[in-house]
């Protein structure tokens, strides 16, 4: 590679992720940080000094022994002697604190960034960056080092830091073998250890971009072990009798990561390693024989020719791996670069949302007329498919209305948008004619109840879970009853251990767990429990899929009752189900394709009509709409 991209190279992989790290160092506080610093002078010379009190012990031995105990010279050698002693158990006392207070630096430096991470994935009013897999992939690679405790950012400042101790003791021994030996000779010797380092750092840096290269073999290899290993997938495994294919999958996964690993290990490692290793070696034995020759024509004195063999050994020792920095500071740096990786893009994501920026207080009664979609056409990121093609749509204020249409024809898109998820690729929402860019995205959202197809089923207690639905509203117990009554789960919640406090997963002591339908109906009156806090716009997506076909007919016909005047969209591909809604809307293709009350539609004998009977038909032969058979 020529000089000047490979020095741009190495400024990019090299300089300014240690600057990145640097930058992490404020956030562990400046007592810790200049205390850290100076121990680690202190780390650095202690081994010089070391090796300085003990080559004047080998230096005062003829004397001393001249002398006999008793004599000057032998008093000499016992305080030099107690004196090394002494560096030496200073060095051995103060290395674990060194390694104390680097983890308390590690603490606050990951705990700041664990805290950073969140808020930039929680920052977009949109979840479309979380949706773009380059973007997941930076966030996954971020935390994962975060998380590890050994090579986390924070151990990468702590490590970079732990340079010093190294460096200084460096200094150091240069330092003696220009005085002693000569200024070439240290040069020498800092040189070959320079190239060791080199070698043993580049080799780390390209070991660890490796893993890198094999992230999707890695990803399918965590996920295998995971599904096969984790409570998910527990019933399927057994049924289907997954078990054999699922851990020849994960060998297969492990063995195409691990095989190129292995390789480029011994490539990177193997040769450049005899390289340097050869270069250091020379140099060393160079100098060695240049002390070695300086002592038998009797340039040097005892003493200098320890400090000169001793100088050299410990500095060429000191191009080899450092256990307390290398590996968690080229790990945390990826961990840092990847951070800021996930920043970019996020803020690019953001960037190219359409009203973002924009926030216009949502007034207290919206929507008082309608809620508008004036030619709205949606593609997902990434895709060029428009899922929704200039589609309007009118959502009557006070009313219910019921989207019905076959699966993929768009609905929970139009749910999406809907609650500013993503916004239109073209067109506009409206509220009474206010364009819904234009309005503060989270002001809209507690304005809007949502019960998801793929809601969250929450590790908390039962109250909590119904309680999500608005945790800006204070906590009242009564109104949580109310809405579990209303959603018709109040009995089963009555029925757990510790009532309301049952925390519904069986992961926890005292847990339990509902069923499918039962897990419903608690979303049900979780969106309820929004509704008492001041959402004016419900929107239910299948909330009923758990349910029979009858019992979710029963339930839409209640649902309809106990939420008259309240703007709700009901959202569902079983036709029969909805009928009791003031306003049937059939979407096909990303488009409206019929309106009109029930009675409306299968007048005028079209799409609805037809499908309406069709699963009517199916239920009278005991088939849901979906096929399956249904208890008559
Ligand atoms: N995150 C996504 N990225 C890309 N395409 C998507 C994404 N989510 C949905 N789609 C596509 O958009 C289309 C409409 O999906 P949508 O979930 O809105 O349908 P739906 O009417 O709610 O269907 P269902 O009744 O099965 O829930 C489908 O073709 C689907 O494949």
Redesign the pocket.
């Known amino acids: 590679m020529p000089a000047v991209p490979m020095l741009r190279s190495w400024y990019r992989s090299a300089v300014v992720p240690r600057a990145g790290i640097l930058r992490l160092l404020p956030s562990a506080g400046p007592a810790l940080v200049l205390g850290l610093a100076l121990l680690d002078v202190v780390l650095g010379l202690l081994p010089v000094a070391f090796v300085l009190a003990t080559s004047v012990v080998v230096g005062q031995v003829p004397a001393a022994v001249d002398g006999g105990t008793g004599s000057a010279a032998w008093g000499d050698l016992v305080r030099t002697f107690v004196l090394a002693a002494v560096l030496f158990l200073a060095r051995q006392v103060l290395a674990p604190l060194q390694t104390a207070l680097g983890v308390r630096m590690q603490r606050r430096i990951d705990g700041d960034l664990r805290d950073r991470a969140l808020r930039i994935a929680l920052r977009s009013t949109s979840i479309a960056p979380m949706?773009d897999q380059a973007t997941l992939d930076a966030l996954a690679e971020a935390t994962r080092e975060i998380e590890a405790d050994f090579r986390s950012p924070g151990a990468a400042a702590a490590g970079l830091l732990a340079l010093i101790a190294r460096y200084v003791q460096l200094a150091g021994f240069a330092t003696i073998l220009g005085v002693v030996v000569s200024w070439p000779a240290a040069a020498a010797v800092v040189v070959a250890t320079m190239v060791f380092r080199y070698g043993q750092r580049g080799g780390l840096r390209r070991y660890s971009q490796v893993w890198k290269d094999v992230v999707g073999f890695r990803r399918r290899s965590t996920y295998l072990r995971e599904v096969a290993m984790g409570p998910d997938a527990a019933k399927e495994m057994r049924v289907f009798g997954l078990a054999g294919w699922f851990t020849d999958e994960y060998t297969d996964a492990t063995e195409r990561m691990l095989g190129p690993v292995a390789a480029r290990r011994r490539q990177i490692y193997l040769v450049p390693y005899l390289v340097y290793t050869a270069i250091g070696l020379g140099i060393s034995a160079a100098v060695l024989v240049s002390i070695a020759r300086s002592a038998s024509a009797g340039d040097i004195t005892l003493t200098a020719l320890a400090l000169g063999i001793q100088s050299v050994v410990a500095a060429i020792a000191l191009g080899e791996y450092y256990p307390e920095s290398d590996v968690q500071t080229q790990y945390g740096m990826q961990a840092v670069t990847a951070l800021a990786e996930f920043d970019h893009r996020m803020a690019e994501a953001e960037a190219r949302l359409p009203g973002a920026g924009t926030g216009l207080p949502v007034p207290a009664g919206a929507p008082e007329s309608s809620l508008r979609f004036e030619g709205v056409s949606f593609a997902?990121p990434g895709?060029s498919r428009l899922?929704l093609d200039r589609l309007d749509l009118e959502l009557p204020a006070g009313l219910s209305t019921a989207i019905v249409?076959v699966?993929?024809?768009?609905?929970?898109?139009?749910v999406k948008l809907l609650t500013r998820l993503h916004e239109p690729t073209a067109g506009r929402l409206t509220v009474d004619g206010t364009d819904l860019a234009d309005l503060d995205a989270a002001s809209w959202r507690r304005h809007v109840s949502v019960v998801f197809?793929d809601f969250v089923r929450y590790e908390l207690s039962a109250a909590d879970n119904i309680a999500v639905g608005a945790v800006h509203a204070p906590r009242q117990d009564a109104v949580l009853r109310r809405v579990a009554e209303r959603a018709a789960v109040a009995d089963v919640v009555d029925a757990l251990p510790a009532g309301f406090d049952t925390t519904l997963s069986r992961a926890y002591e005292g847990g339990a767990d509902l069923s499918g339908g039962q897990w419903q109906r608690i979303a049900i009156a979780r969106s309820l429990y929004a509704l008492e806090a001041g959402a004016r716009v419900l929107v239910l997506d299948?909330p009923t899929s758990a349910l029979d076909v009858r019992a979710e007919a029963e339930f839409f016909d209640r649902f309809v009752e106990l939420t008259r005047g309240v703007t709700s969209v009901l959202?569902s591909?079983r036709f029969s189900s909805v009928r009791r809604a003031d306003r049937i809307v059939v979407i096909d293709a990303g488009r409206v394709v019929e309106q009109g009350t029930h009675d409306e539609l299968v007048a005028a004998d079209g799409h609805y009509a037809r499908l309406f009977r069709l699963q009517a038909e199916r239920f009278a032969a005991g088939l849901d709409a979906d096929g399956n058979e249904v208890d008559s």
């Open positions: 949706e997902y895709s899922v249409g699966n993929g024809a768009g609905k929970t898109t139009l197809q299948e959202i591909h």
